[in-house]
């Protein structure tokens, strides 16, 4: 088994047991304790956790960073079944913070190094397409298989079905222990930039100076802002308008899994990273749409699997662009800082309407919010690109 495929087989299995944390939270928020507050304090600490650890990868060495890991995912499993196991003997939710902080440094950990490393192990050549690959998979089990399976498992074990994480968790790391990057490139070896100078400042400036990757990251804090508002709300639209029970609740990842994998069949035709920039903003703000105006089960469906054309769409295209717009010695330091700000307007979201959220407010008038925002964004790109034969360009690129 090759490094790549090492990769993509742990990371996907860490996926999938990440998936049936967060998948375990909302639930537990909506059908346990009726609480959103709950779920948005939750979303805030999981968001400071990713900041705080998104600023520490920064100072990672990158090949050193393929030893962390394995430690890390080791770390991972050891530290979770115990407090799994006392939350679920005293239900203190205190330990259910504890643990989401937890996750959510290891998370971003994990899956920012996996990112960073996948050039050094693949063809350039065959770069865009692994990478659609691994973020649809990553996307399709992590948002389907994990969440489809929770409500289920929910109703049966209540919160025993934590026991399942730390056995993926464990899972990944006997795989992710076998990894060899004695074969990466040397510059990986540097990626401090410049004597003197601070990776996370020159990534700064890379966003600054670079037009593309400045409109990527403009356009990514608004749909991780329009993300935490309608990743909050939505549980409780569907326990107040939909009334689904919560064993049948797996169906709207399913169907947010079945939008992903409509992106593995005409991803081979979205070949210019600016027109799948703006598809995914049309699609997510029809999915708002949906949302309000048809919050029943069938609305609600259409609604996810709208989502999740759009997001993995933009996840794929997001990520490849980083990956060839940033120097390989700032590439671990412009993926770290991208997504902590990106995790940072996920939290602004979800703290945002967990606040809002009583049982007068009306839900229904989130969603519409959402996608007018959506809506605003696509409007503000297409002014900013310029056709050229059949493909987009940012003004004044390539001239």
Not at 263 to 269: E, K, N
Request: hydrophobic share 50%; aromatic share 12%.
């Amino acid at each position: 088994m090759n490094a790549y495929s090492r990769l993509f087989n742990a990371g996907l299995i860490s996926n999938i047991s990440d998936g049936f944390f967060w998948a375990f939270l909302p639930l537990l928020a909506a059908y346990t304790y009726n609480d959103p507050r709950f779920l948005g304090i939750a979303l805030s600490l999981k968001t400071a956790s990713v900041l705080v650890m998104g600023i520490s990868l920064n100072y990672v060495h990158l090949r050193p960073s393929a030893l962390l890991l394995k430690r890390t995912s080791f770390l991972r499993a050891i530290l979770t079944v115990p407090l799994f196991v006392y939350f679920i003997v005293t239900g203190n939710t205190t330990i259910i913070y504890v643990l989401v902080i937890i996750n959510g440094c290891l998370e971003m950990f994990v899956d920012t190094v996996i990112q960073a490393l996948v050039p050094s192990v693949v063809d350039p050549q065959t770069l865009s397409i692994k990478n659609q690959r691994m973020q649809v998979s990553f996307s399709i089990f992590n948002d389907f298989l994990s969440p489809n399976f929770v409500p289920v498992l929910f109703a049966l074990m209540g919160s025993s079905i934590l026991l399942v994480v730390s056995g993926g968790y464990a899972s990944a790391f006997l795989i992710f222990k076998k990894l060899n990057f004695k074969n990466s490139t040397s510059e990986y070896n540097n990626i401090s930039g410049e004597k003197g100078s601070v990776p996370a400042k020159e990534a700064i400036r890379l966003y600054s100076e670079n037009p593309k990757l400045r409109l990527l990251l403009l356009a990514s804090i608004i749909a991780s802002l329009s993300a935490g508002v309608i990743s909050t709300v939505f549980p409780f639209i569907v326990v107040r308008y939909a009334d689904v029970p919560v064993t049948i609740y797996g169906v709207f990842p399913a169907a947010f899994a079945l939008g992903s994998l409509v992106t593995l069949i005409v991803g081979r035709f979205l070949t210019n990273a600016n027109t799948v920039i703006l598809l995914a903003c049309l699609l997510f703000a029809l999915s708002s749409f949906a949302i309000g105006y048809q919050p029943n089960l069938y609305g609600l469906i259409i609604s996810q699997i709208l989502a999740g054309f759009g997001f993995a769409t933009w996840t794929a295209v997001e990520v490849y662009i980083r990956q060839i717009e940033s120097p390989e010695r700032l590439l671990l330091s412009s993926i770290s800082t991208f997504r902590a700000v990106e995790a940072a307007a996920f939290s602004v979201g979800a703290a945002l309407v967990a606040w809002l959220l009583n049982d007068t407010f009306n839900l229904r008038l989130i969603p519409y919010l959402v996608g007018i925002g959506q809506l605003c964004l696509l409007v503000f790109l297409m002014s900013r690109y310029e056709l050229r034969g059949t493909f987009l360009y940012i003004k004044g690129e390539g001239q």
